[in-house]
């Protein structure tokens, strides 16, 4: 549950990051700030699922490389968010297609992560579940401490989410392949 736990913290990390720069740069109402961390929660959850259910049709293709796979998409997306810069849908205000396009870009690498469900020994629902419950919170938090603190803190955020997505795709070989 632990490691469910760090995945959902690191996926939410664009999530959260978008939503602080929404917070200081527009300053939403609680409505708004409701339907950005809505938006968001909900994208994280389901696209776990889409990941899921796409490595399972191939599961029986794959088990015997699937820790190669984790390691190699987790790591991918770690160090993407390490490396990216400002997110686009960041900077402009998020209603309507614009929260949807955002939710759906910010949960991509959710979809690429719910591939690697299967290899943390936790059931996909409750799993999907919590990366939009941590997700949903996450960025209520990051509108919330935007409008107080600015944007200060999205990047090492990003930072964060990326180097935990990374420390996941290291454990899981590792233990996959009997080191651990």
């Given at each position: 549950?632990?490691?469910?736990?760090?995945?959902?913290?690191?996926?939410?990390?664009?999530?959260?990051?978008?939503?602080?720069?929404?917070?200081?740069?527009?300053?939403?109402?609680?409505?708004?700030?409701?339907?950005?961390?809505?938006?968001?929660?909900?994208?994280?959850?389901?696209?776990?699922?889409?990941?899921?259910?796409?490595?399972?049709?191939?599961?029986?293709?794959?088990?015997?490389?699937?820790?190669?796979?984790?390691?190699?998409?987790?790591?991918?997306?770690?160090?993407?968010?390490?490396?990216?810069?400002?997110?686009?849908?960041?900077?402009?205000?998020?209603?309507?297609?614009?929260?949807?396009?955002?939710?759906?870009?910010?949960?991509?690498?959710?979809l690429a992560?719910?591939?690697?469900l299967p290899t943390l020994?936790?059931?996909?629902?409750?799993?999907?579940?919590?990366?939009?419950?941590?997700?949903?919170?996450?960025?209520?938090?990051?509108?919330?401490?935007?409008?107080?603190?600015?944007?200060?803190?999205?990047?090492?955020?990003?930072?964060?989410?990326?180097?935990?997505?990374?420390?996941?795709?290291?454990?899981?070989?590792?233990?996959?392949?009997?080191?651990?």
């Amino acid at each position: 549950m632990i490691e469910v736990l760090f995945l959902a913290l690191a996926l939410a990390m664009d999530a959260f990051a978008v939503a602080l720069t929404q917070g200081a740069r527009l300053r939403p109402g609680a409505i708004d700030s409701l339907k950005i961390a809505g938006a968001f929660g909900l994208a994280q959850g389901l696209m776990p699922l889409i990941g899921w259910a796409a490595g399972e049709a191939a599961f029986a293709y794959i088990s015997a490389i699937d820790h190669w796979i984790a390691f190699g998409l987790l790591g991918f997306i770690g160090a993407r968010m390490i490396t990216a810069g400002d997110h686009d849908e960041a900077s402009r205000p998020l209603t309507g297609m614009a929260l949807l396009t955002a939710a759906i870009a910010t949960s991509i690498d959710a979809l690429a992560a719910g591939i690697t469900l299967p290899t943390l020994d936790f059931p996909p629902l409750p799993a999907a579940g919590m990366i939009a419950v941590v997700t949903f919170l996450l960025s209520a938090v990051g509108v919330w401490l935007g409008r107080r603190a600015g944007d200060r803190f999205g990047r090492p955020a990003e930072i964060a989410g990326g180097v935990i997505l990374i420390a996941l795709g290291v454990k899981i070989l590792l233990e996959h392949t009997g080191i651990i």
